[in-house]
């Protein structure tokens, strides 16, 4: 196994994906896996996600390439939602299979915080009273940072 990406206005299930890939996982010590949800706050009703299609994948497979060129990995999993999304529905599913936790960890650790970051996604709020774009914070840049170090 190796990569695998897929990008989809679909609502999914992240039990659902994490099973198929440790399925397809033979050999593996540890996997992995996060999942991102629509978080609930006093203002938010809901999140739309907007990509160039063929890009966004091209871009997130180069992040792939890179967790693979530092860790020892057997599969990585990246499924992106677009489209409008409610309170509570997953946004993002990242899995990493390996022979060892600590790689496992540290790589779907990597791939989020590039993803957060780097991948080319257009974030829309929706409150009760606007709409507004939503950038990368701060921290996000921060937590990339980490491996380039």
């Known amino acids: 196994m190796q990569a695998t990406i897929s990008i989809s206005d679909a609502v999914f299930d992240p039990g659902e994906l994490l099973a198929e890939f440790t399925k397809n996982c033979g050999g593996a010590g540890a996997i992995a896996s996060f999942?991102?949800?629509v978080r609930a706050d006093e203002m938010t009703q809901s999140l739309t996600l907007s990509h160039y299609p063929g890009f966004t994948e091209a871009r997130i497979?180069?992040?792939?390439?890179?967790a693979f060129a530092r860790w020892p990995l057997?599969?990585?999993?990246?499924?992106?939602?677009t489209g409008e999304m409610k309170?509570?529905?997953?946004i993002v599913f990242v899995a990493a299979a390996a022979k060892h936790r600590r790689d496992a960890?540290?790589?779907c650790d990597f791939v989020m915080d590039y993803?957060?970051?780097?991948?080319?996604?257009?974030k829309q709020e929706s409150t009760a009273t606007q709409t507004h774009w939503i950038e990368p914070r701060e921290a996000d840049y921060k937590d990339k940072e980490r491996w380039s170090a």
């Open 35 to 37: 999942t991102g949800l």
């Open 61 to 66: 497979e180069t992040i792939l390439e890179d």
């Open 74 to 81: 057997l599969g990585c999993r990246v499924h992106h939602r």
């Open 87 to 90: 309170i509570g529905e997953a």
């Open 105 to 107: 960890f540290e790589a």
């Open 115 to 122: 993803l957060k970051s780097e991948a080319p996604f257009w």
